[in-house]
């Protein structure tokens, strides 16, 4: 489980959090978002040790991140696929964190195929693609076998059946009972992925829910059940040939949701 309890972050006069507060649960894929600015990538720095919080605290299973004394068995995260150190081979740069957490060999080999990077192992990183990356940035984080994992953007640079390859694979980890937590801006994906969204804007929590009842459009009929509008329709001669409760998409859920919280607006070209 993943807590984030009442985080703020200030860098200077800027506020990146903003009295943060949700929990993500295991069996679920949870998808975060929020525009460009939110603080998604922050708060997930926050929980990964890699930012000290202005206020507030963020634990994993009940602790600091930086107290987990061997953490690739405990949390898999992938904040940035290209901070690798290019002159290594795929298969050095895998051991070499497998290494780091007590992790064998035959687990390493066996993170190389999972991610579709066999025949590439001892090619150098710095020649990769960025969906190469990407996946050998999956491959590390899944080494330890964690029960959580953390991904900010886990798509960016995968082709088609990547982004296929990765979306089963969190739905799978989330099956098994583990906490599965993603931040994305493609809203296509996340309503593929996610079961449950954290959305927040300029720092603050906008929403904490599933993604059924996000996409609930209520400014349909309301006060009135199915059966009623059809019988006023039979009164008045009209044939119905089905009443369905209608649902927004998940971008247009997100773009309401999150409308006052855009701080960049793209203009237009006249």
Known sequence: MIEI???????????AVDDLSFTVGPGHVTGFLGPNGAGKSTTM?????????TAGAAR?????????????HEVGSLLDAGAVHGGRTAWLHLLSAAQSNGIGKSRTAEMLTLAGLDEVKNNKIGGFSP????????????????PVLLFDEPVNGLDPEGVQWIRELFKAFAAEGRTVFVSSHLMSEMALTADRLVI???????????????TQDTLTVTSMEAGAIGDIALRNGIAVHELTPRHASLEEAYM?????????HGGSQK
Do not use: C, W
């Not at 720095?45 to 919080?53: A, F, I, S, Y």
């Not at 994993?60 to 987990?68: D, F, K, M, P």
């Not at 969906?131 to 964690?146: E, F, N, S």
């Open 131 to 146: 969906g190469m990356k990407q996946r050998l940035g999956i491959a590390t984080a899944l080494l330890g076998d964690p």
């Open 256 to 264: 309401k949701i999150t409308a006052g919280s855009v701080q960049f």
């Open 45 to 53: 720095r926050v929980v990964l040790g890699l930012d000290e919080p």
């Open 200 to 214: 927040i804007g300029r720092g603050r929590l906008l929403a904490d829910t599933t993604v059924d009842e996000l």
């Open 5 to 15: 309890d009442h985080v703020s972050k200030r860098f200077g006069k800027v506020i």
């Open 60 to 72: 994993v299973n009940g602790r600091s991140y930086r107290g987990i004394a061997h953490p690739l």
